[in-house]
Structure formats: C-alpha cells, structure tokens
C-alpha cells in the first residue's frame, strides 16, 4: 500500500529512539498518521513541525498499518509565523481542530484546501484571514453534518437584521426578535453573512466564540478537555485585542 501527496502536517509526537508518530491531512487521503522514522531528531524535526505544507509518501504492507511516512518541505508556514504570536495561535489553533475533528483516512477536500489556502496566506499576517478562519471552522461544521442554519430567522423566518444564533439549535435569530433573550444567545458575527464593515478584534472573538461552542459540544464533545488548548489560546488571545 502506497501514496504521495501534498499534505498539512498537523502533529507530531516522539516514539521510540529518535523517531515520530506524525499525523498529517490531504485533499485524497484525510486525516493519515505515519512513522517517520529519525523525525525526532534534530535533522528531521523542522519538517514535522505542525502547519508546515511537505510533499509526504507514506509506505505500508497492509492498508490497516501504521505505516512509514517521509516528506519533503513545500512550505515551512511554521518558521514563518514565528515571529508573529497571532498567526503563530492561528495557525496551532487550525492544525489541532482537524487533527482533533476529522475521522482518520476519511477524505475531506474542502477542510484541507480551506486550510491550506489559509496557511499560504498567513506570512502576510493573521488579521487579513482571521475571518477567514472562523468560516473554515464553519464549514468544517457543515462538512461533519453539523452546519450553521443562517439562512433565516429562526422564530419570524425573515431574512433581515440577523443578529444571533441560537445555542442550542444552530439557527440565526433576528435582533428583534431575539432582544428578550440576547444574555441567552450567541453574537453573529456579520461577515459570516458576507455583511458588514472589514471585520476586527470584536468580530474575530464573537466568530470564534459561535464555532468554538458547536465543534465543543457537537464535534469534540466526546473529548474530556473540549476544545484543543491551541484553539482556547487563540481565542483567549483574540479575545484579549478586543478588550
């Protein structure tokens, strides 16, 4: 059994003397985790470091193995957000989710080119695709079957002056009708509608607070700790810009 393909690498931890348990995603192939062999060591731990797009063979005698996994840098996203902690957080934050969302070797291209697309464009900086990333994070939840409904109100049916979504359904509430219980609902963001002024701070924090809640309770809910600690930091730090 063999493939090859252009991959995100999500994770990676130590096994053994010298070597990794690396988990990456591709377009074909999903979510795919492999040994790399020495991928410990200080020769081959840049190439494993989460974020980073490489060129990835994975080799194995039987489909149900682990499995051999090499790679090849395409780009290093990880050296290159390193000077910057925001789109450092983010892109942690996006490798955690899909390692800890999506099924293992089940094929989800619209989550890998979301993300990919996302990493390619975090050298210019993290504010001009934060957004972005809360739409992946939403369309991550349709790909999963749990999709936002916010198409309409959910109490009049209108369309206009989308304001909230409800928290328990996933369905947008118009700012009328959902004034009387506004403590109880979650803030939506405009430009998950395509509305609105350039979205900031403000927008970015009630963005992640809207996905984070549904991939915690409907996606990773059978996770002890939720949602990953890359992703609480990243919206611990958003939040802290808003402030």
Do not use: K
Not at 22 to 41: D, I, Q
Not at 96 to 101: G, N, T
Not at 173 to 196: H, I, K, M, N, Y
Request: aromatic share 4%.
């Amino acid at each position: 059994m063999e493939w090859q393909a252009q991959a995100i690498v999500l994770a990676a931890r130590p096994h053994g003397e010298g070597g990794a348990v690396v988990s990456v995603l591709t377009e074909a192939e999903g979510r795919h985790a492999g040994l790399a062999r020495g991928g410990a060591s200080r020769a081959q731990a840049p190439l494993w470091q989460p974020g980073n797009l490489i060129e990835a063979r994975w080799v194995a005698r039987l489909p149900d193995q682990l499995g051999s996994l090499t790679g090849e840098l395409l780009h290093p996203a990880a050296a290159l957000a390193m000077e910057d902690p925001l789109a450092l957080a983010l892109l942690a934050a996006g490798c955690a989710v899909a390692e800890a969302a999506l099924p293992e070797r089940e094929a989800h291209p619209r989550a890998y080119r979301g993300l990919a697309s996302l990493i390619i464009r975090l050298p210019g900086g993290a504010a001009p695709v934060l957004a972005e990333y809360v739409g992946w994070e939403a369309e991550l939840l349709a790909d999963l079957g749990y999709g936002l409904d916010l198409a309409r109100c959910a109490a009049t049916g209108g369309t206009e002056a989308l304001r909230w979504v409800s928290p328990r359904t996933g369905r947008a509430v118009s700012e009328t009708a959902g004034a009387p219980w506004a403590d109880r609902l979650l803030p939506l963001p405009g430009f998950l509608l395509g509305q609105g002024p350039p979205p900031g701070p403000a927008e970015w924090r009630d963005g992640l607070r809207l996905t984070g809640h549904f991939l915690a309770r409907d996606v990773l809910g059978h996770r002890r700790q939720g949602l990953p600690l890359a992703r609480v930091a990243l919206a611990d730090r958003v939040a802290a810009l808003a402030a």
